[in-house]
């Protein structure tokens, strides 16, 4: 038969995400009696997939205290696509600044995320930008990006906002256009300007949307964060010789990497922000042959490290084929606090 996705819960997973007619009748029955029924009518508007995994679990463990998080084990596609049953897996993919969710029902797969929103700002168009006398793309602002759990489950284009999923309460609950991002899946570079032309996450329509997934489509998910893990490996190894670590002194690169992290965790930029093709020069200036990224000039301590693009370029593609957005300067240095 059919996967039965209730498995006797009064909700899925899918309606508390969404917020669907039923959640949000239930939170204005719980709210006129003084009560959040654990924040289920909250899980729709996080935006923070740490958060969003612990809340999720929460909801549906009925409030059992977590155990210690585990190392993913070396088969845990195995264990994600064979075990029979109804199961929530929570995959913490900390070296990246990330969490993931993969409900399991015999023989049908959903999938979970959020992504922490920034607001777009703008900036003087300028083609080009330098970093001791190295010629670097240029930037004219940065989009917004991120989204909230609801947002990335919905099938529509209009979705609930995190104000107005926030908490449980009998207002209509707001709404707002979601201009959803393509990152093309094909693995090219792309010549245009970093801030230009961007499409919508393919992420979200792989495996988000609320979209049952089959074994071969769970199976791509899970053969991503492999090898998001196998890559994040190969560049944090290259970022280590740049702390100033000695060799075999993984707490002292930690440490260096936390404590720029505390400093400013999300003002780090990365130059080119997304992969790309081409030289860029200009007279008196060398050409960049790497991926950057940058502390802001006023933060202490500084951080300037740089990535060939052999190692950049195919994480940054992974990374966005799984989350739907490219990694920004806060994931390259998480990737050294946990080296």
């Not at 209509?172 to 570079?189: L, Q, S």
């Not at 893990?229 to 930690?254: I, N, P, S, Y």
């Not at 990535?307 to 240095?333: C, H, K, N, Q, W």
């Amino acid at each position: 038969g059919a996967a039965d996705f209730e498995s006797g819960a009064p909700f899925t997973v899918l309606e508390v995400v969404r917020r669907s007619p039923r959640v949000a009748e239930l939170c204005q029955a719980a709210a006129a009696e003084g009560h959040d029924f654990g924040g289920i009518g909250s899980v729709g508007g996080l935006d923070n997939p740490e958060e969003l995994a612990e809340s999720l679990w929460r909801v549906f463990t009925r409030g059992e205290v977590l155990a210690p998080a585990r190392l993913l084990p070396e088969d845990f596609e195995g264990v994600v696509l064979d075990t029979p049953g109804h199961w929530l897996y929570w995959l913490g993919l900390e070296q990246v600044a990330h969490h993931i969710v993969i409900e399991a029902c015999d023989g049908v797969w959903r999938g979970y995320q959020a992504l922490e929103r920034e607001e777009a700002s703008e900036a003087a168009e300028k083609p080009f930008e330098s970093f001791a006398g190295v010629l670097l793309q240029g930037s004219k602002g940065q989009k917004a990006r991120g989204f909230t759990a609801g947002q990335w489950a919905s099938p529509e284009v209009e979705v609930v906002t995190a104000a107005g999923a926030a908490a449980c309460r009998d207002s209509e609950e707001a709404k707002e256009t979601v201009d959803v991002e393509e990152i093309p899946p094909t693995g090219e570079d792309d010549d245009r300007d970093s801030n230009q032309g961007d499409r919508p996450p393919s992420a979200r329509s792989l495996w988000g949307a609320g979209q049952d997934l089959n074994r071969e489509e769970v199976s791509k998910v899970l053969g991503l964060v492999r090898t998001l893990q196998e890559q994040a490996l190969k560049v944090a190894a290259h970022l280590r010789e740049q702390t100033g670590a000695a060799e075999g002194d993984d707490d002292a690169a930690r440490a260096w990497a936390a404590a720029r992290l505390e400093a400013n965790c999300a003002g780090y930029s990365v130059q080119p922000n997304r992969p790309t093709s081409g030289a860029y020069s200009a007279p008196g200036y060398a050409e960049s042959d790497q991926v950057w990224i940058f502390s802001p000039p006023d933060a202490k301590p500084q951080c300037d490290l740089s990535i060939p693009p052999s190692l950049a370029f195919p994480f940054m593609r992974t990374f966005a084929t799984l989350l739907g957005e490219y990694p920004d300067g806060r994931v390259f240095l998480s990737l050294l606090a946990y080296v």
